[in-house]
């Protein structure tokens, strides 16, 4: 959702971020697999299941296969 470990923190910092429906306040909360992630984004909020998890860090190509979106990713491609 973000490309640095420091801006993640800025929005756990800032409420933004919600771990199974609880306002995460601590950027080294532990998630696990199974965990439901809502984030509030500057104009959409994404809602993610964590489905796995990689031995390192890598690009986004690869880090999209580690969850699902349980959100619209354009909600105005529901208007008529």
Do not use: C, Q, W
């Not at 998630?31 to 984004?41: F, H, Q």
């Not at 959409?44 to 880090?63: C, I, P, Q, Y």
């Amino acid at each position: 959702m973000v490309k640095a470990r420091t801006s993640a923190a800025e929005l756990i910092e800032k409420g933004r971020v919600r771990v199974n429906g609880a306002r995460e306040t601590s950027p080294g909360h532990a998630i696990k697999t199974g965990d439901v992630l809502t984030i509030a984004l500057d104009r959409t909020v994404r809602v993610l299941k964590v489905t796995a998890f990689n031995e390192r860090r890598g690009d986004a190509a690869s880090a999209r296969v580690l969850y699902e979106e349980l959100s619209e990713a354009n909600p105005d491609s529901r208007r008529n």
